[in-house]
Nanobody
Framework: QLQASGGGLVQAGGSLRLSCAAS????????MGWFRQARGKEREFVAAIRWSGSTPYYADSVKGRFTISRDNAKNTVYLQMSNLKLEDTGDHFC??????????????????WGQGTQVTVSS
């Protein structure tokens, strides 16, 4: 129901755009989030946005570098990543939640998950 894509290998300072296509159910009342998980580390929040609104939410580590957006007509959420750093490397997941804003950083609050798409940033 959530299909993430767009990962790849990029040099530090480069850019990538991830996509998360939603299908099979209506997510119009959900907030859509992006998480990442580096090898051996816990899954961490990156960004979130509502389908029906425009207010984005970002982890401090990506503010000013990443932009989350959505295209309602295509049922797709995007994560534009710029000025990538080595620490951005990891599996990136999209997910859907009904939680309130304060609950956005916590993976346990998300009801639906897509498979990961790997982002590798090289020096």
């Amino acid at each position: 129901q959530l299909q993430a894509s767009g990962g790849g290998l990029v040099q530090a300072g480069g850019s990538l755009r991830l996509s998360c296509a939603a299908s099979g159910r209506t997510f119009s009342n959900y907030r859509m989030g992006w998480f990442r998980q580096a090898r051996g580390k816990e899954r961490e929040f990156v960004a979130a946005i509502r389908w029906s609104g425009s207010t984005p939410y970002y982890a401090d580590s990506v503010k000013g570098r990443f932009t989350i957006s959505r295209d309602n007509a295509k049922n797709t959420v995007y994560l534009q990543m710029s000025n990538l750093k080595l620490e951005d490397t990891g599996d990136h997941f999209c997910a859907a939640t009904l939680t309130v804003v304060s609950g956005l950083p916590y993976p346990a609050n998300y009801n639906y998950w897509g498979q990961g798409t790997q982002v590798t940033v090289s020096s």
